[in-house]
C-alpha cells in the first residue's frame, strides 16, 4: 500500500467532500490491495484501547484501512491512544483522520498536522460563488468543460446541498457531449432553474425578453408566487443601480464577484432614466400581484416587456 498515504486528516464542516476524501482513499487502498479491510469507526464505538487494537497489524500482515470519524470528539485517553499509535504507525495500516471543523480538538489537530499528514480541506461552501466553483470543479474532475453562466444556472437550479450539485453534474456529463453551456443546464433542468424570479429577472434586465416570457409562464405554471418575481425584480434593479452609481468602486459594496460581474455587463446596457422607469413598472407591477390588478400573470408578462 506505499501508493497510498499513510496518514491522512480530511478536516471541515462539509460532509460531502469528507465523505468524497474518505471514498477516495478507500478506493485507492483497495487498487494497490483488492482485500484490503476498511474498518470504519466513530469515538462512541470505541471501548478502552480499542483504537490501537483496531489500527495495530493483523495475525498474517494484511493491509488495512482505519477511518476515524468525528476526531473532535475523542475523550482524552482516545486521544492518548491516538498519539502513541501516530509515534509508531504500522507500516500495513492506512489511517483516515475526520475532523469537523471548528475549534473543539484544535490542539491534537495542531499536533497531528505536525506530523505532514495528506491534508484535505473541507469548508462549507455557504457564497454561491462558492458552489459555482464547485460546479465548475466538478466539470473538470470528469475532463470536461462548463461555462460560468452555466455552472450559475445549475447552482441556481439545484440548490446548495453539494450532492444533488454533483449528481446533477454527473448527470449532464453522462447525458451530453462536449462543453456544457447554459442551454444544456435549461434542457435538463428546467423544472427547477426557473423557481428562481431571479433567472427571469435577469433574463428581462439583459433584455432577453422572449426566453424571460417562456421561463416566467412556466414559472407561473408550476405554481411559484407571483409576488416572489417581483421581489427578484425589485432586487436586482437595486443592485444594478448601486453598481452603476459606484462605478470604479463596486468592489466595496460586498458582492461576490461573479454577481459583480454581472451585473457590470448588465448595467452597460441602461442609464439612470431607464432605471428609474423600471423601477416605477417594478412598483405598478408589485401593487397588481398583490391585488390591485385583476390578472397577476399578465401584470408580470407587462413588466418583462417594459424590460
Same mark, same amino acid.
Given at each position: 500500500?506505499?501508493?497510498?498515504?499513510?496518514?491522512?486528516?480530511?478536516?471541515?464542516?462539509?460532509?460531502?467532500?469528507?465523505?468524497?476524501?474518505?471514498?477516495?482513499?478507500?478506493?485507492?487502498?483497495?487498487?494497490?490491495?483488492?482485500?484490503?479491510?476498511?474498518?470504519?469507526?466513530?469515538?462512541?464505538?470505541?471501548?478502552?484501547?480499542?483504537?490501537?487494537?483496531?489500527?495495530?497489524?493483523?495475525?498474517?500482515?494484511?493491509?488495512?484501512?482505519?477511518?476515524?470519524?468525528?476526531?473532535?470528539?475523542?475523550?482524552?485517553?482516545?486521544?492518548?491512544?491516538?498519539?502513541?499509535?501516530?509515534?509508531?504507525?504500522?507500516?500495513?495500516?492506512?489511517?483516515?483522520?475526520?475532523?469537523?471543523?471548528?475549534?473543539?480538538?484544535?490542539?491534537?489537530?495542531?499536533?497531528?498536522?505536525?506530523?505532514?499528514?495528506?491534508?484535505?480541506?473541507?469548508?462549507?461552501?455557504?457564497?454561491?460563488?462558492?458552489?459555482?466553483?464547485?460546479?465548475?470543479?466538478?466539470?473538470?474532475?470528469?475532463?470536461?468543460?462548463?461555462?460560468?453562466?452555466?455552472?450559475?444556472?445549475?447552482?441556481?437550479?439545484?440548490?446548495?446541498?453539494? =450532492?444533488?450539485? %454533483? &449528481?446533477?453534474? +454527473?448527470?449532464?456529463? $453522462? #447525458?451530453?457531449?462536449?462543453?456544457?453551456?447554459? !442551454?444544456?443546464? /435549461?434542457?435538463?433542468?428546467?423544472?427547477?432553474?426557473?423557481?428562481?424570479?431571479?433567472?427571469?429577472?435577469?433574463?428581462?434586465?439583459?433584455?432577453?425578453?422572449?426566453?424571460?416570457?417562456?421561463?416566467?409562464?412556466?414559472?407561473?405554471?408550476?405554481?411559484?408566487?407571483?409576488?416572489?418575481?417581483?421581489?427578484?425584480?425589485?432586487?436586482?434593479?437595486?443592485?444594478?443601480?448601486?453598481?452603476?452609481?459606484?462605478?470604479?468602486?463596486?468592489?466595496?459594496?460586498?458582492?461576490?464577484?461573479?454577481?459583480?460581474?454581472?451585473?457590470?455587463?448588465?448595467?452597460?446596457?441602461?442609464?439612470?432614466? =431607464?432605471?428609474? %422607469? &423600471?423601477?416605477? +413598472?417594478?412598483?405598478? $407591477? #408589485?401593487?397588481?400581484?398583490?391585488?390591485?390588478? !385583476?390578472?397577476? /400573470?399578465?401584470?408580470?408578462?407587462?413588466?418583462?416587456?417594459?424590460?
Amino acid at each position: 500500500m506505499t501508493t497510498v498515504p499513510p496518514l491522512t486528516l480530511v478536516t471541515g464542516p462539509e460532509e460531502f467532500l469528507a465523505d468524497r476524501a474518505v471514498a477516495e482513499v478507500v478506493a485507492a487502498a483497495r487498487q494497490a490491495d483488492p482485500s484490503v479491510e476498511i474498518c470504519d469507526v466513530a469515538p462512541g464505538q470505541l471501548a478502552p484501547g480499542g483504537f490501537a487494537e483496531l489500527a495495530s497489524p493483523s495475525l498474517f500482515g494484511e493491509a488495512k484501512v482505519v477511518i476515524l470519524r468525528g476526531v473532535q470528539d475523542l475523550s482524552t485517553e482516545q486521544i492518548a491512544e491516538v498519539t502513541r499509535y501516530l509515534a509508531d504507525p504500522a507500516d500495513t495500516t492506512v489511517l483516515v483522520l475526520v475532523h469537523g471543523g471548528g475549534v473543539k480538538g484544535k490542539a491534537f489537530l495542531d499536533a497531528i498536522k505536525k506530523r505532514k499528514p495528506n491534508l484535505v480541506d473541507c469548508p462549507k461552501m455557504s457564497k454561491p460563488g462558492d458552489r459555482i466553483g464547485f460546479v465548475k470543479a466538478e466539470f473538470r474532475r470528469a475532463g470536461r468543460t462548463v461555462t460560468d453562466e452555466a455552472a450559475r444556472a445549475l447552482s441556481d437550479a439545484v440548490g446548495s446541498d453539494l =450532492r444533488e450539485l %454533483a &449528481a446533477a453534474a +454527473s448527470q449532464l456529463v $453522462a #447525458d451530453t457531449e462536449g462543453g456544457v453551456d447554459e !442551454a444544456a443546464v /435549461a434542457k435538463y433542468y428546467q423544472g427547477r432553474a426557473e423557481v428562481s424570479g431571479f433567472a427571469i429577472a435577469d433574463l428581462a434586465i439583459e433584455g432577453r425578453r422572449y426566453e424571460a416570457l417562456e421561463q416566467l409562464r412556466f414559472a407561473l405554471d408550476t405554481g411559484v408566487a407571483p409576488v416572489l418575481i417581483v421581489s427578484a425584480f425589485a432586487t436586482g434593479l437595486r443592485r444594478l443601480g448601486k453598481v452603476a452609481a459606484a462605478g470604479g468602486n463596486a468592489r466595496d459594496l460586498g458582492l461576490p464577484p461573479w454577481q459583480l460581474d454581472k451585473l457590470r455587463r448588465q448595467a452597460r446596457s441602461w442609464n439612470p432614466a =431607464r432605471l428609474g %422607469a &423600471a423601477l416605477r +413598472s417594478v412598483a405598478e $407591477a #408589485d401593487a397588481a400581484v398583490k391585488g390591485a390588478g !385583476a390578472d397577476p /400573470a399578465f401584470a408580470l408578462e407587462r413588466l418583462v416587456l417594459t424590460m
